[in-house]
């Protein structure tokens, strides 16, 4: 089919006023001008009229099993209060709690413009049923830590490696996620890294996500620190440095990681992500949720690190007076914006767009409108002037026209 617009914004290059997307089966096979793609015309032809039409969001962090908790934890004092508030709510939650949950944000996600997400599975069993109710790409990170479980890294590792190994799915696959330097042991990210490596999977990591994770590797000490000291942490991996350092040190820094969050950043930790090719995802709805301190994009993206954008989960997403927050791409784009008055619009939909394809290694298939990547399109509404394509992606708000995953509408056309 033919897809014709106001405007075809394919993001690797520059929007297209009366452009059109060649789509043959689950793929695109050419973006121009509507009168270059006119000799086709015995293809099926759609006009989707006054929109843009441009690639699919990537979310390239997120929590679909929380979503059901938006508005429910207020933002804590401390990090560690918020460990302690979302530990006693997800006690209280049952296996089809969190199976709705799942949906519920697929939803959200869909209706607003995402297509493809990396997300952080801490309920392994929801696979893969759950993918099959939606139509979304998924990349499901399992979630693994072990000092409260006082599991042997070994044995941890090798059930999540089991589950994936068990897992298979024509559009959707699953990978590994260490929770963090804090609530993992070193032995666990060091057999993460080498397992990741040898079967080239991708690893979904939180770092140097508060000031109390900071201070307790770099100087061993923090209510952090103490915390999961008197919960029997062995700490001996602290005060030698960053949590990023950290990392570095257990092999676990590669073109192949996504380190979550990074609001903390020592010396020489950005030209070391920048060096190991490591991505950077940032969360701004999340960020303001903490008042963690202004996060450095400047300083990541000046080093040559890859930076993205996630959504992160509902539980850590302000609510506002009239109603609850929902997973949506757009509005983290909104709130980058409105945090950081140094980045560019084009810049920002770069980074919910190719830098998360990049990230979860899709760089040429999804996040951009070129011959051979996947057919994953939305359609935003749109009747201005083409030199304000950008600013109407921070501008846009709700949920988007239209949706088409791998050549299929799965939000159909009005």
């Known amino acids: 089919m033919i897809l014709r617009a106001k405007i075809v914004l394919p993001v690797t290059a520059p929007p297209i006023e009366d452009g059109a997307v060649f789509v043959d089966g689950n793929k695109i096979r050419a973006v121009a001008p509507w009168k270059d793609l006119r000799p086709h015309l015995r293809k ?120 994936i190994d068990s897992l298979h799915h024509p559009r959707n696959r699953a990978w590994l996620s260490p929770h963090a330097p804090y609530s993992t042991l070193p032995e666990l990210l060091h057999r993460t890294a080498r397992a990741a490596q040898k079967r080239k999977w ?121 109603q609850k927050p929902e997973l949506d791409m757009f509005a983290e784009m909104r709130a980058l914006a409105g945090s950081d008055k140094t980045i560019s619009p084009s810049e920002i939909l770069k980074l919910a767009t190719i830098n998360g394809a990049r990230a979860l290694g899709l760089a040429g298939k999804a996040g951009e409108l070129s011959p051979g990547a996947f057919a994953d399109l939305i359609t935003v509404p749109f009747s201005g002037k083409i030199s304000r394509v950008h600013e109407a992606m921070l501008e846009h708000s709700g949920n988007v026209a239209a949706s088409m995953i791998q050549g299929r509408w799965v939000i159909p056309l009005k």
């Open 44 to 163: 099926k032809v759609s006009d989707l009229g006054e929109v843009i039409l441009l690639p699919g969001l990537v979310n390239a962090h997120c929590h679909l099993d929380y979503t059901d908790m938006a508005g429910e934890l207020p933002p804590p004092k401390t990090f560690t209060d918020w460990i302690a508030a979302i530990t006693v709510a997800k006690t209280a939650w049952s296996y089809s709690d969190y199976a709705r949950s799942w949906l519920h944000g697929a939803h959200q996600l869909l209706k607003t413009g995402t297509t493809t997400v990396g997300d952080i599975e801490a309920m392994p069993d929801l696979l893969p049923e759950v993918w099959d109710a939606t139509p979304l790409r998924v990349f499901s990170f399992l979630e693994m830590t072990g000092i409260k479980a006082r599991r042997a890294p070994k044995d941890i590792l090798r059930e999540a490696v089991e589950n």
């Open 202 to 322: 991708r690893v979904s990591i939180h770092v140097a996500e508060s000031a109390q994770e900071f201070e307790m590797f770099q100087h061993a000490r923090g209510e952090m620190h103490d915390w999961l000291k008197r919960n029997e942490r062995d700490n001996s991996d602290c005060g030698h440095g960053s949590p990023v350092a950290h990392l570095a040190r257990q092999k676990l820094l590669g073109e192949n990681v996504l380190a979550i969050h990074v609001n903390c950043l020592a010396r020489g930790d950005a030209t070391l992500l920048a060096k190991n090719r490591t991505s950077v995802v940032h969360c701004p709805r999340s960020h303001d949720y903490f008042k963690h301190p202004p996060f450095e994009r400047a300083r990541l993206a000046n080093a040559g690190v890859n930076i993205c954008l996630g959504t992160d989960s509902l539980a850590t997403v302000r609510k506002n007076e009239k």
